[in-house]
């Protein structure tokens, strides 16, 4: 029988002789078959970022940083969006440091070779830099996130939107496909604070950390708080002309199940998990596991305010467990 108390897995020796970690293997080899990109993206990892929830608590989060190409943003959480355009070849710098912890990134949903697939136990860890090396194939979106010692640094903030627009540009979700007027990007996630106070390699050793245990006390939509702030946060709530097209980019970006209401509106389910789907689905709500995403298009026939409410559902109970709003505000 399977004893959860004990270590499942060989001490594996950091290249620096560290003995502290298990199931991380810091590497930075070079990348295989490395050819000019045709966009590059740099980041740093940094575990020194922080939320400040509605309630006036801060909570410790880490992420990635613009590590100087200027094309990542401030560097705050969640971590800035990639955005490329299919067909491009894509080059993500990665800079970790081993005493800050190795990371990785790992883009999901796009399928590069294993090296560059970013999952550490199947490959490496970054210890160094390494290069992502892949190709924006499939237009739709996507996210970006951290895969070593994964339960911990994703839920530490490790991630950020992944967007493939088609050769037409932002306006078009696919080639071929529906067009918008605005965009929203709602990753929308559950905090378990008492998480974040753990060093980025706990738990690999096999130690009890508690991880089996998620009770979460803040649920955000695209790191705002959803108990308030996220109704009129900018970048989160919308406000848009009736008539107006809006694609919203829906990631599930926790660890729980949950639901999306859009509060009365009708969304159309055009793509899911980077794929057009067969046809569009009408909708007025989505569930959703981890790691899926929905691009779905709203158009509001009459102006008013819209509280689009999103539930978690706890992992045993199925209950809801916590909810996180936003709002569109559609005008005359
Ligand atoms: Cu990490």
Redesign the pocket.
Known sequence: MFDVDKPVAMMRMGSGGESSTCYVYPDAPSTPGKVTADVVFNCS?HMNGSITMDDGTTIPM?GFNDGGGGMMGSGSFPSPAIRVTEGQIVHTNLTAEMMN?T??IHHHGIEPSTENDGVGHYSFDVNGTYTYQWKASHAGTYFYH?H??TVL?AEMG?YGALIIDPPEGPGTLYSGGPTYDLEAIWAADEIDSSWHTKA?ESGTCGGNEGFHSLNPDYFIITGVDGAQPALTAPGVAVTMNRGQTLLVRYICAGYLAQRIDFDGLTAVIHMSDGRPLPSPVEVSSIEAVSAERYDCIVTPTQAGSYDVKIDFFDQITNQVTGTATTRITVLE
């Open positions: 990892a880490w912890g990371h990785t951290c070593t010692n640094h490790m980025w």
